[in-house]
């Protein structure tokens, strides 16, 4: 097993230059991480893992191919990130998460499911798209059930604000397709009045609103316990316009 000293990505990414934010949408909380995730942390990251440096992303390097890419951003435990990449092999997916214990667990299923067309990053993804991944790479974004922070002083830091949609206009090429989910009322609300203002988007639903639930979006933990507490689901998609 390689026993190299393993530095935190995303100190490493401090490291290398990538400019701190001020506000995240994130608080890094490690939590229970398995042997098996950690075993998997060490021994599969230089196969699947990427290191954020100085330097832009370049996919065609990373996949040893060219195809079409597909981003996920907070993939959690990484069910919709995997079951896409089984589904789909002919497009790349660079899953984006900075919780260690989800990274861990979709390396493991990697390894058994012998996945070639999966990379993933343990990164703030809005330094990503900002800072790393060039202009138009992506043809498609993900963001199922970003983090709701339900109080009123926390939407400061809700992914889904015009600064991000601007970023993720960068990131995608046009004809790209931005996924969001999300099971808060209040944040569907957001995502709408944000992606609606931004004019680099267009709705993808006739009506301006949600589209109907994707078939391939597997229930989440987060999904189900939002069902659970009586929350409606809300599902939307974004087209990047031609500038
Ligand atoms: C509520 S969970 C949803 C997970 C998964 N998408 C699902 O539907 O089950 C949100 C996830 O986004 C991750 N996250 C939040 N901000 C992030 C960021 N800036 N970059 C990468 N991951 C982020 C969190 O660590 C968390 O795992």
Request: charged share 25%.
């Amino acid at each position: 097993m390689d026993q190299a000293p393993r530095q935190d990505p995303p100190a490493a990414a401090a490291a290398a230059g990538v400019l701190p934010r001020a506000i995240r949408s994130f608080v890094r909380r490690e939590g229970r991480i398995t042997l098996a995730q950690e075993d998997a942390l060490q021994r599969l990251w230089p196969r699947y893992g990427v290191e954020p440096g100085g330097a832009p992303l370049v996919p065609a390097a990373l996949f040893g191919r060219r195809a079409p890419l597909a981003v996920e951003i907070g993939f959690g435990s990484g069910d919709h990130l995997l079951a896409s990449a089984l589904a789909r092999p002919d497009t790349d997916f660079l899953g984006i998460e900075v919780h260690r214990p989800g990274v861990g667990r979709v390396l493991q299923q990697l390894e058994q499911l012998d996945l070639g067309n999966v990379r993933v990053l343990c990164a703030d993804a809005v330094e990503v798209l900002r800072e790393l991944l060039p202009p138009g790479e992506a043809d498609e974004v993900v963001i199922f059930f970003p983090d709701p922070w339900p109080k009123t002083r926390h939407h400061k830091r809700r992914l889904i604000q015009p600064e991000f949609a601007r970023t993720l206009a960068r990131a995608l090429r046009p004809g790209g397709r931005l996924r969001l989910a999300t099971d808060w009322a209040d944040y569907a609300r957001q995502m709408l009045e944000v992606m609606s203002a931004e004019p680099l988007f267009a709705n993808a639903a006739a009506a301006g609103g949600a589209i109907p639930r994707p078939a391939d979006r597997p229930l989440t933990r987060f999904e189900s316990r939002g069902l659970r507490l009586g929350h409606q689901v809300s599902d939307f998609e974004f087209i990047r316009r031609s500038p």
